[in-house]
C-alpha cells in the first residue's frame, strides 16, 4: 500500500501527551518522579535578578571618586532600604553642613566605582514560578530546571494562535462549525472561560470578547488586517505566545471566514463544560509548534475510535487539509499516493497525491501543499 509522512495537525479525542515545563534560570524542582500534579500545580520556581540601578554618588557629594569608599555607609553586598543612606559627606570641621547621599531603591548595595564614582545598586530578585498547565504525572524531573509532565486528555492543534497560557471551562456559542461568532453570544457567563466559535470572529465582536473577560476563544478564522490592528505591528514570521492583549487567541483553520472541520468542533462541543489548558504560541518556520488545546481526561478514558497508524503516517483515506493555492484551506481524503514523481505547473518534479474533496471532486497537488489532519 502507498504509504508517506507529511507534517500536521493532531486532532485527538484520547491520547497522551508530555509538556515539559522549564524554568528560564537554574532554580528549585518542588516536586519529584511519579507525582500527581494538578493544571495549577507549582512543579518549579527561580529567581531572576533584579533590575540594576547606576547610581553616581561621587557627583552627588561633588567629591572626587576616590575619597568615596571611607565616606561610604554601606558595605558592598549589604542590603539597603529605599532612603536609607548610603554615604555621607565630612561636612565642615567634621560636623557641620553634612551631604546625605540616600538609596533610591530597595534592594542590594551591589558594588562601588572608585574611578568613576558610580555606584551599582539592585532591585530585590523577580520571583518566577511555572505551574504544570495540565493535570498529569510528573513522567521526568530535569534537575534545576524544570519537570516533564504526562497527561492523558484530549488535544486538539490549530494553525495559527497568539497569547499564551491560560486556562477555563470549554463553552460553546455556536451550534454548527459554520457559525459566526456575534456579538450577541459574548455573554456574561463567558467570563473566565474558553468560548468556541465557529467560521470566524470579528475584531468587533474580539473586542468585547476581551472587555468581557473572556480567557481564550478557538474559532476557524480571522481577519488579517484585523490582526494588525489588533496589535499595532506585523508579526511577520515572529514566534508568538508572548502578546498582551487579554485573551489567548487559537485559529483551527486559518485567516478570513473559515468553516472549522467538523471533527475540530465535534471533539470540542463533546469536552464542552471541562476545563481545558490552551496556549497560543505558534511558530511556523524551522522548530514549528502550533498553538493547542489540552482537556486532561480520567486515566480510564478510552477513545471511541481505534487506530494503528503512526504519527504523521499518511494513506489511502487519511484526511488532509490543503495549505496552498488554489485550494487554500479546504479539507478532503487521500484517495491516491502514486510513488512516481511527477511535473507540476511550476515544470518541477515533485512527489503528489489525489485529494478528494468532500463535493466528490478529485485534484492532484503536491504532497508538500498538504497537511495530515491526524485523529
Do not use: W
Amino acid at each position: 500500500m502507498a504509504f508517506a509522512y507529511t507534517p500536521g495537525l493532531r486532532v485527538a479525542d484520547v491520547a497522551d501527551i508530555a509538556k515539559t515545563r522549564r524554568l528560564p534560570l537554574k532554580g528549585e524542582v518542588l516536586v519529584k518522579e511519579g507525582d500527581i500534579v494538578k493544571a495549577e500545580t507549582i512543579v518549579a520556581r527561580t529567581e531572576l535578578p533584579g533590575n540594576v540601578k547606576m547610581f553616581n554618588i561621587a557627583n552627588m557629594l561633588g567629591v572626587p571618586p576616590s575619597d568615596i569608599p571611607e565616606l561610604l555607609l554601606k558595605k558592598e553586598g549589604e542590603a539597603i532600604e529605599a532612603n536609607e543612606p548610603l554615604a555621607q559627606s565630612k561636612g565642615l570641621f567634621g560636623k557641620y553642613f553634612k551631604s546625605t547621599v540616600k538609596s533610591p531603591i530597595k534592594g542590594v548595595f551591589e558594588s562601588f566605582n572608585e574611578i568613576t564614582g558610580q555606584a551599582v545598586l539592585r532591585e530585590p530578585p523577580i520571583p518566577v514560578e511555572i505551574d504544570g498547565y495540565v493535570n498529569g504525572k510528573i513522567k521526568e524531573v530535569l534537575p534545576g530546571e524544570g519537570v516533564v509532565v504526562e497527561t492523558h486528555c484530549s488535544f486538539v492543534q490549530g494553525i495559527f494562535g497568539i497569547g499564551g497560557e491560560v486556562r477555563g471551562e470549554l463553552k460553546m456559542v455556536c451550534s454548527t462549525p459554520k457559525e459566526e461568532i456575534t456579538a450577541d453570544k459574548i455573554t456574561d457567563d463567558c467570563k473566565g472561560k474558553i468560548i468556541i466559535g465557529g467560521s470566524y470572529i470579528s475584531y468587533a465582536v474580539l473586542k468585547k470578547a476581551i472587555t468581557a473577560g473572556v480567557n481564550g476563544i478557538v474559532v476557524g478564522g480571522f481577519d488579517d488586517q484585523d490582526l494588525k490592528d489588533l496589535l499595532g505591528f506585523d508579526l511577520g514570521v515572529a514566534i508568538t505566545g508572548h502578546e498582551k492583549f487579554g485573551l489567548t487567541l487559537i485559529l483551527t483553520e486559518g485567516f478570513g471566514k473559515m468553516t472549522m472541520a467538523e471533527g475540530t468542533f465535534d471533539l470540542l462541543s463533546q469536552r464542552a463544560g471541562m476545563i481545558a489548558s490552551v496556549n497560543g504560541a505558534t511558530q511556523i518556520r524551522a522548530g514549528v509548534m502550533r498553538p493547542e488545546i489540552v482537556v486532561s481526561l480520567p486515566a480510564d478514558a478510552r477513545s471511541a475510535q481505534t487506530s494503528t497508524k503512526q504519527a504523521g503516517a499518511m494513506d489511502i483515506g487519511s484526511s488532509i487539509r490543503c495549505i496552498r493555492s488554489p485550494y487554500f484551506g479546504m479539507i478532503g481524503k487521500v484517495s491516491v499516493l502514486p510513488p512516481e514523481l511527477q511535473v507540476v505547473d511550476s515544470e518541477a518534479k515533485v512527489r503528489v497525491l489525489e485529494v478528494e474533496f468532500k463535493d466528490g471532486k478529485k485534484f492532484i497537488v503536491p504532497r508538500a501543499n498538504v497537511e495530515l489532519i491526524e485523529g
